[in-house]
């Protein structure tokens, strides 16, 4: 199967429903309106036919195209028996956190034969996010591309590039992934691995059944493409390459780099990338292969194949040759577990801190948190037989409380003052019981079960240190913190030190982003100034670990100006 590479004006016939309302100053950008209608459709992969949730009766759903400054009107219509949420990730919702999707957090689910209308204009921001369903594991079909383009008569800070292509990493799944969890919840093991990861949908020739379903990027020699990455995984961090090919990186989650170049890239699950691609100055005749596979910390089971996608070269005018008599060159990925490679990544990346695009790190810190980020256990149910750790549930947490998620919307619990019984405002800054995190484990590993979350008063600014534990074994987490971009300071490996590390930290150009990967064995420390108030989760973005209760929230209080304070809420929200 092929793509096409359409300039981003013709993004828009991707969508069933799309329309312009201009305003009336072209500065604050223009209104586009999008009608998602979430449906069943059956899809076919690996030789096995299943029905999926999507969007539009697309699989990935629809692409987003929008400039900065735009106001966004995306009307999503349930028609499936599940309860359904969109979270826009990465869009800032700037006091809009009615719009930003996760469920039991800024809204309650929409339900079946229902719908709701997310609203939100999108400010300082131009590169590539996504959106997602944001309930249990409904984002393994339930995603799509959201493409921010500069303002309009605004450059981007490279050449512009002859095409732009979305690649987005995916998991697929044989079996219902609904049923995968809730399996898992049951036995209290780990859930079953995925079958295959994909390429925009499809798994590609390196799996059974699948030469058919593989995506192939045609080029033309001589020309410069801009490859919108994209990792959508349900439960992987993901190292990508192409064979004989430099990538130069640019954009990461919709802000500006330092332009470096590599030959692989580590993206984890919550993370985008943009890359130049430029291609051979001549017709090379060879065909190359685009391969992603997994970066693996864990001790648990997971699916260790590879997804490729084809890189092909168009044929030069009366070619007599044709492109399946060339040889196929594959891409030299780093071994799965090759943190080096991986913590030598993500030093290169940084900040523009330009003129244009300044770095606006807090120099000065008004709130310090240290949050451990790991797994741990809690106890089998009475005359019940558990698959976890010595016949115990998996579990996960945050400073050692597992987040119970609430039946009502956290939002409208606090904007309409009725916490009570929602969630309690006691989320400790520090580990409640310290302890050598990446050294000998503790020997009770049962997590605290809880609804709590943080409160700042507006425009605190805030710098937060998460530290990976052994309890379980040390692993890699990748946080995403809804609501905000944060600046990665500084990070390393073992213990935290807070008497020298502090020292080594980065305050003039750090990358900015909106997910980062805490080191297997290791700690990431970032900053961020709460200046968006609502409520706004953070959580590892590998869903086992979500599920299992890796996840917290953040309340950020009205300020005193009418601009400093969240909006009110639209006249008709789904209800829990």
Not at 298 to 315: M, P
Not at 469 to 483: V, W
Request: hydrophobic share 40%; aromatic share 12%.
């Amino acid at each position: 199967m092929g793509v096409s590479l359409l300039p981003s004006p013709a993004f828009l016939v991707f969508f069933s429903f799309f329309t312009f309302c201009l305003l009336v100053d072209p500065v604050l950008g223009i209104t586009r309106h999008y009608k998602f209608d979430v449906k069943l459709h059956n899809v076919t992969r690996l030789c096995q036919t299943r029905s999926i949730i999507s969007v539009n009766g697309q699989f990935p759903g629809p692409r987003i195209v929008a400039r900065e400054g735009d106001q966004l009107l995306i009307k999503v219509v349930n028609h499936v028996h599940n309860n359904v949420s969109i979270h826009w990730h990465g869009i800032r919702q700037l006091r809009s956190g009615w719009a930003d999707g996760p469920a039991y957090v800024t809204q309650c689910p929409i339900q079946t034969g229902q719908s709701y209308v997310y609203n939100f204009t999108i400010v300082g921001q131009r590169g590539t996010l996504f959106w997602h369903a944001h309930i249990s594991w409904l984002r393994a079909t339930l995603y799509g591309p959201f493409v921010i383009l500069p303002k309009r008569g605004v450059p981007y800070p490279f050449a512009k590039p002859y095409k732009e292509v979305p690649i987005v990493f995916g998991e697929w799944f044989n079996a219902d992934p609904e049923a995968v969890i809730s399996q898992a919840f049951q036995t209290g093991g780990g859930p079953n691995i995925s079958d295959a990861y994909t390429i925009n949908g499809l798994p590609g020739p390196l799996y059974n059944c699948s030469a058919k379903d593989t995506f192939k990027l045609k080029v033309k020699p001589g020309k410069t493409y801009l490859l919108r990455l994209i990792n959508v995984a349900l439960n992987d961090e993901l190292f990508f390459g192409i064979a004989n090919h430099t990538l130069t990186a640019v954009n990461v989650d919709a802000i500006f780099v330092k332009p470096f170049e590599t030959e692989t890239l580590l993206i984890t699950p919550g993370q985008t990338t943009n890359v130049i691609l430029k291609t051979k100055p001549s017709y090379p005749n060879a065909t190359f292969f685009m391969t992603a596979r997994p970066y693996v910390t864990g001790q648990g089971t997971f699916d260790n194949s590879t997804v490729a996608g084809i890189l092909e070269y168009e044929s030069p005018p009366n070619s007599l040759h044709s492109s399946k008599m060339f040889p196929l060159f594959k891409p030299i990925l780093p071994a799965l577990n090759d943190t080096s490679f991986a913590t030598n990544f993500a030093s290169r990346l940084r900040s523009l801190a330009s003129a244009q695009y300044p770095a606006n790190v807090p120099q000065k810190v008004d709130k310090h948190f240290f949050f451990t980020v790991g797994l741990g256990t809690s106890p089998c149910q009475h005359n019940q037989t558990c698959q976890g750790p010595n016949g115990t549930k998996f579990a996960a947490s945050v400073n050692n409380i597992s987040f119970t998620m609430p039946t009502t919307a956290l939002l409208q619990a606090h904007f309409f003052g009725q916490s009570n019984g929602v969630y309690t405002p006691d989320f400790p800054g520090t580990p409640t019981i310290p302890f050598n995190y990446t050294g000998t484990p503790p020997d009770n590993t049962v997590v605290i079960n809880g609804t709590k979350v943080v409160v700042l008063p507006f425009n605190t600014s805030v710098e937060l240190v998460m530290q990976d534990t052994n309890i379980l074994g040390a692993e890699s987490h990748p946080l995403h913190l809804h609501g905000f971009n944060f600046f990665v300071v500084g990070q390393g490996f073992g213990n935290f030190d807070p008497n020298k590390d502090p020292a080594k930290f980065n305050l003039i150009d750090p990358i900015e982003r909106n997910s980062v990967g805490v080191p297997s064995g290791g700690w990431v420390a970032i900053r961020f100034l709460a200046d968006n108030p609502g409520v706004w989760f953070m959580h590892c973005h590998l869903e086992v670990h979500t599920s299992w209760g890796l996840k917290m929230a953040w309340i950020v209080l009205d300020g005193e100006l009418p601009t400093q304070k969240l909006l009110p809420p639209p006249a008709d929200p789904p209800k829990c």
